[in-house]
């Protein structure tokens, strides 16, 4: 099922939900939740509001096999990996396989984070190297082969 089709619309009435944490599902944890905007229930495509209260620290270096887009509206956060602090009005792009992650959470963030679920027909299990090679090559396949694999997956289900 697609992302419903929705207007302008105040999402306080959506709850926060806490999120677990995964190496290759993405950040989670004690103090930190999320608020589903859309979803396709099929492929896992999925827009959110995630919210990190101050003083979460996580501990896991994040991988995973999706397309990530966060942009920090509120706050900022530390990626401990890359020793760099991140603040509001700044935007990451990430491809499946970028290495982020742990972070730090000094005094609270929200983000909206787009993850898209682009499959990965030929070199699904790569490894970190080859990930950025995959990705040329996957975007290379049809529609319609794109459409039949992202029936049969969902965003975050592959280990890596």
């Known amino acids: 099922m697609p992302k419903p089709e929705r207007e302008f619309f105040l999402p306080d009435h959506i709850p926060w939900q806490p999120v677990t944490a995964s190496p290759t599902a993405g950040v989670g ?30 501990t896991d270096t994040i991988v995973h096999d999706f397309w990530e887009e966060v942009w920090i509206l509120q706050g900022g956060l530390i990626d401990l990996g890359k020793n760099q602090f991140f603040t509001a009005g700044m935007y990451a792009c990430r491809t499946p396989g970028m290495v982020h992650g742990p972070y730090r959470v000094p005094r609270g963030c929200v983000t909206l984070q787009f993850r898209s679920c682009v499959p990965w027909p030929c070199s699904c299990s790569a490894r970190l190297s080859g990930f950025r090679t995959a990705a040329k090559i996957c975007f290379a396949t049809s529609t319609a082969a794109n459409t039949a694999i992202r029936s049969r997956r969902r965003c975050g289900a592959m280990a890596v």
């Open 29 to 58: 944890g004690a103090g930190v939740q999320e608020k589903i905007l859309s979803m396709d229930e099929d492929s896992g495509d999925v827009t959110r509001l995630v919210k990190f209260d101050a003083g979460v620290e996580t």
